[in-house]
């Protein structure tokens, strides 16, 4: 006889999220990995690079708001575009949650600068971060 699943509030052991990487149908995960990153080749010319930039700002808070929600944290959308803007809550936890959601923006941003495959769409950023070529975007 199985046991029914439990579901878990919070995961804080290692083994929770196992297994981190596949280990099987290697090959089959390979192929299919292929066709994405081939269609995301195939649209990097597709965009102006001014666009493109702003498509990865947009996906950069959007992660930042999944991030935020996975880790129990409710910023709403608009709250993260105000904190990008300098525009901070004056109540303390919303703050705090405004602040989280521009840790991660900037932690993304700055993994896309050590990223293989860096270009600088004429001249980077806002910030003149550098810019990787994330899902067929640079």
Known sequence: MSEKPVRLKVY???H???PLLPQRALDE??????????????????????TRERVRALVRSM??????????????????????RGEFS??????????????HTDAEKEREGRAPGVVRARGGDEEGVP???????A
């Open 12 to 14: 804080d052991q290692p």
């Open 16 to 18: 929770q999220f196992e």
């Open 29 to 50: 995960l390979a192929l299919q990995t292929r066709g994405v990153v081939e269609k995301a080749h195939q649209l990097q010319g597709a965009a102006h690079p001014a």
């Open 63 to 84: 992660n930042s708001y999944y991030s935020n929600l996975i880790e129990g944290q409710s910023t709403h959308p608009v709250n993260i575009e105000r904190a990008q």
């Open 90 to 103: 004056a109540k303390p936890d919303l703050a705090q949650s405004q602040r989280m959601a521009m840790r």
């Open 131 to 137: 810019v990787a070529r994330l899902g067929g975007l």
